[in-house]
Structures are given as C-alpha cells and as structure tokens.
Nanobody, 126 residues
Framework: EVQLVESGGGSVQAGGSLSLSCAASELTDRRFCKTWFRERPGKGPEGVAGISGTGNTYYVDPVKGRFTISQDSAENTLYLRMTNLEPEDTARYYC????????????????????WGQGTQVTVSS
C-alpha cells in the first residue's frame, strides 16, 4: 500500500524559505502523478504544485516563481522548495498521489488523488 510521509514544515518570517519532503513508499513507478496541496485556515484543500507521470511540472499562479517541485532520481521522495514565503502561504501542506498510467495529468482536484500524507504545518509570520 502506498504511504506518504511529509516533513520539513516549520515557522519562518515573511521572505524566508522552507523545503518540504514527502517520503513515498511504492511510488517508484513513474506512472504516478504527485502533487502538493495545502489547506489554509478556514479554507478547503487547494493545489500548489504537481508532477505528472511524464515528469512535467505544474504550479498554481500564486506560487509561480517562488515554489519549486522536484523528485529524486529514484522517485520515491517528493520535494517542495518554497522561497520568498508570504503570510498567505501559512497552511498545512500535504503530498498526494494517484495512478496516472492512462492520463497525463489530472490537475489540482483533491478528489482525484488516491493517496495522502498526514501533512506538515508551515507558518509564515509578517
């Protein structure tokens, strides 16, 4: 069974940087789409950045140029490098994955993802 475990959250001041990791079991197959979501206080989960089964990367507009998604060569760890953080980035960040063997990319729709981690908290103070 696929298991996802996030780490790397913490508290930083605005303008600072953090790197998140997501250790994934059973995701070495390239067919999986892997995505970072976040849940801000009082809001539902929203996509942040994702990697398709073919290795293409996708970002939502608010984080473009500030966040970078990547994965290691064995493709069993997913990363999110976050720079120039803003208070609005304060959220619990989750990694999620789903089988993308027959699709290129499924977007940032939470219900499309099968596997979820427990999340890691990121707090950005002004």
């Amino acid at each position: 069974e696929v298991q996802l475990v996030e780490s790397g959250g913490g508290s930083v001041q605005a303008g600072g940087s953090l790197s998140l990791s997501c250790a994934a079991s059973e995701l070495t197959d390239r067919r999986f789409c892997k995505t970072w979501f976040r849940e801000r206080p009082g809001k539902g989960p929203e996509g942040v950045a994702g990697i398709s089964g073919t290795g293409n990367t996708y970002y939502v507009d608010p984080v473009k140029g500030r966040f970078t998604i990547s994965q290691d060569s064995a493709e069993n760890t997913l990363y999110l490098r976050m720079t120039n953080l803003e208070p609005e980035d304060t959220a619990r960040y989750y990694c999620a994955a789903r089988d993308c063997e027959f699709v290129t990319w499924v977007g940032f729709i939470p219900s499309q993802y099968t596997y979820w981690g427990q999340g890691t908290q990121v707090t950005v103070s002004s």
